[in-house]
């Protein structure tokens, strides 16, 4: 069994994106800058967004924070964004998920211009990855295809089988991903719902899990030399576990994500690859 180590890869991932900020900053042109958008105080929300600024200030890009009170209107919101949309100098931004009850996370993603779009939620970068366009990819999906390719796994003619909460964040783009042209996989979706899931977990050659359910895939539910990645991530009195029952499934398995340290890393990795590419792309615009 392989352990599939985010953090080995991105790590190796930053150090390329660090020397190609550092290229731009020896040769007196701005470096990139990522715009974070935080609502409120939620515990993860704020570790995930400091994670964000961590890793921007890692690779010597600008980072910017605009914290938001709970009680922000829609309207305020949604003229922040308008705001940034319109700074050149923020060459993408996200907004973290998820936002306070009384606000309208769809009419937000839309909101964002698509060339800032470095989450890759905008219903134009999903209609343009669809329709096999050059797009901003979400994070996390991108994250996986990358994390498979660092370590040489070839999804062509593979059984992929995808466990998911039926999002548009991870669902939807990683089931394109792994089928189109150049991946070449069969790509089954199922959730919490598919009746036998067990059976098509079992035809499987790749499974990615992203149902945030603690040790919902169990070892009964994999066939030997399986190549699992593991999406799902929950806080537990135990501590951080994901979708997969690890400790029962990895001796089962060819390669396995950890949780933590597996897909998260590459996530990071992959919103600060989108953010260089935004900064590429509005330099060939100007």
Same mark, same amino acid.
């Given at each position: 069994?392989t352990?599939?180590d ?18 731009l ?34 690779? $010597?890009? =600008?980072?910017? #924070?605009?914290?938001l009170? &709970?009680? *922000?209107?829609?309207a305020? /919101?949604?003229?922040? %964004?308008?705001e940034?949309?319109?700074?050149p100098a ?6 973290q ?22 989450d ?5 970068n ?24 660092e370590?040489?796994i070839?999804l062509? $003619?593979? =059984?992929?089988v #995808?466990?998911l909460?039926? &999002?548009? *964040?991870?669902?939807r783009? /990683?089931?394109?991903? %792994?089928?189109?042209?150049g ?20 035809k499987?050659?790749i ?18 030399g399986c ?28 390669y396995i ?13 992959? /919103? ?9 792309n ?5």
């Amino acid at each position: 069994m392989t352990l599939l180590d985010g953090k080995i890869c991105a790590t190796r991932l930053k150090q390329e994106i660090s020397r190609q900020v550092s290229a731009l900053r020896q040769s007196g042109l701005r470096v990139p800058h990522l715009g974070l958008i935080l609502i409120g105080d939620d515990p993860a929300s704020t570790a995930y967004v400091q994670h964000k600024q961590d890793a921007c200030l890692q690779v $010597g890009m =600008e980072v910017s #924070l605009l914290h938001l009170p &709970d009680t *922000v209107s829609q309207a305020e /919101l949604l003229h922040r %964004l308008q705001e940034w949309n319109a700074t050149p100098a923020i060459d993408g931004y996200i907004v973290q998920f998820p936002l306070p009850a009384h606000l309208d996370e769809e009419q937000v993603i839309q909101a964002i211009a698509p060339e800032k779009d470095v989450d890759g939620f905008n219903p134009v970068n999903v209609g343009r990855l669809l329709a096999g366009e050059t797009c901003f990819i979400s994070a996390t999906p991108k994250g996986v295809l990358t994390l498979l390719q660092e370590y040489n796994i070839s999804l062509r $003619g593979k =059984e992929c089988v #995808l466990v998911l909460n039926r &999002d548009n *964040v991870v669902d939807r783009p /990683l089931a394109t991903l %792994l089928s189109q042209r150049g991946s070449d996989a069969t790509v089954t979706l199922c959730h919490e719902l598919t009746p036998d899931l067990k059976a098509h977990c079992l035809k499987a050659d790749i499974i990615v899990t992203a149902l945030g359910q603690p040790k919902y895939l169990k070892a009964d539910m994999v066939r030997e030399g399986c190549t699992i990645v593991d999406v799902g991530i929950r806080h537990t009195a135990e501590g951080v576990v994901g979708d997969v029952d690890f400790a029962n499934v990895a001796p089962k398995c060819s390669y396995i994500t950890p949780v933590p340290g597996g897909v998260g890393p590459m996530t990071i990795v992959s /919103l600060l690859q989108n953010t260089l590419q935004a900064y590429k792309n509005d330099t060939i615009r100007m």
